[in-house]
């Protein structure tokens, strides 16, 4: 296990469009969380999963932002009509319990033209 | 809404000397946690401290923890190149999201 796993790296789109981002998890670890972080600023959450469950969304996830864990293992992070405000970098990670160490990875950049 | 301040924004300093740096909450503290954050990459967590008045050290790092558990302190003895970067301070409730400060972005020019 390598550690937790985003992808794409880097994702160039055209305002409007619709983007997808992956997340793969430490195998086991039953929290996964996504936070977005713009240059200069510490990270900023906007929602995160016990096991399936989506037990929080921040009221910085508009209705254009959905974010599923489908079965509990890796999540998925869809942004609809992609606006240049949504450039960012986004982050996710994930913890084997609720108070144990989170584990980040290295991030999907996003850059909205 | 918990905020946490962390001061300064920006410090440049030459290798081999000493700095601080500071974090202060709004409010109390459930559980402090400080992460170091290098370019391109995700944050990685330092360490957790969730006593009042607590010290932990890391190597050169020295953790200090306010008695009032509102506050800490971050100080690097003998700055070096690999000290670069965003440290950045979190509260982290037993059961509730993360939250992060904006950071302090360190340069320790060689």
Request: glycine share 8%; net charge neutral; aromatic share 10%.
């Amino acid at each position: 296990d390598t550690g937790v796993s985003q992808n794409p790296r880097h994702k160039i789109t055209k305002r409007g469009q619709n983007v997808t981002f992956r997340c793969d998890p430490i195998s086991e670890h039953n929290r996964l969380y996504w936070y977005r972080q713009t240059l200069g600023q510490g990270p900023e959450f906007l929602t995160y999963f016990q096991n399936e469950a989506q037990l929080e969304k921040s009221r910085l996830l508009s209705d254009r932002f959905s974010a599923e864990r489908p079965k509990g293992s890796f999540s998925t992070l869809e942004i609809q009509r992609t606006e240049q405000g949504d450039s960012a970098m986004y982050l996710c990670a994930s913890s084997l319990t609720r108070d144990t160490e989170a584990f980040f990875g290295q991030g999907t950049r996003l850059t909205v033209v | 809404t918990q905020l946490l301040e962390q001061s300064p924004q920006f410090l440049s300093i030459q290798e081999g000397e000493n700095l601080t740096v500071y974090c202060n909450s709004s409010s109390v503290f459930s559980s402090l946690q400080w992460y170091r954050q290098e370019p391109g990459e995700g944050p990685v967590l330092l360490v957790t401290v969730v006593t009042g008045g607590e010290v932990k050290k890391l190597k050169r790092l020295t953790f200090q923890f306010g008695d009032a558990r509102k506050d800490s302190s971050l100080h690097i003895t003998a700055a070096q190149p690999g000290d670069t970067g965003l440290y950045l301070c979190a509260d982290r409730p037993r059961d509730d999201k993360i939250i992060f400060g904006k950071g302090t972005r360190l340069h320790i020019l060689p």
